[in-house]
Nanobody
Framework: QVQLVESGGGLVQTGDSLRLSCAASGRTFSSMALGWFRQAPGKEREWVATIRRSGTSTYYADSVKGRFTISRDNAKNTVILQMNSLKSEDTAVYYC???????????????????WGQGTQVTVSS
């Protein structure tokens, strides 16, 4: 079992930066791929980014590529989402998710990830 707890959300203005953290419990953290998803009101949950267990393979949705960076610290069981140049369309509840790191699994599908956090609200005001 893996438990995930997000933090770092808040209210910021367009162009600002925000750093989200996700703390994980469980001994298998280093063997897992970690993802960030987000869900805006009235919309489906969408994938944002994924980092493989190596920490060197990262993947991003086109909407955040070049602005967001995902990283992990296996010693601290933490995954980070650094968000820069925030836009109003980035407003959403952001969720951390985890899965076993097997090749061939789709990074962007919510069904691939069995473990989820409760989410943290990010609001970008224009």
């Amino acid at each position: 079992q893996v438990q995930l707890v997000e933090s770092g959300g808040g209210l910021v203005q367009t162009g600002d930066s925000l750093r989200l953290s996700c703390a994980a419990s469980g001994r298998t953290f280093s063997s897992m791929a970690l993802g960030w998803f987000r869900q805006a009101p009235g919309k489906e949950r969408e994938w944002v980014a994924t980092i493989r267990r190596s920490g060197t393979s990262t993947y991003y949705a086109d909407s955040v590529k070049g602005r967001f960076t995902i990283s992990r610290d296996n010693a601290k069981n933490t995954v980070i989402l650094q968000m820069n140049s925030l836009k109003s369309e980035d407003t959403a509840v952001y969720y951390c998710a985890a899965r076993q790191d097997f090749n061939g699994l789709a990074n962007s599908k919510t069904s691939t990830y069995p473990y989820w956090g409760q989410g943290t609200q990010v609001t970008v005001s224009s």
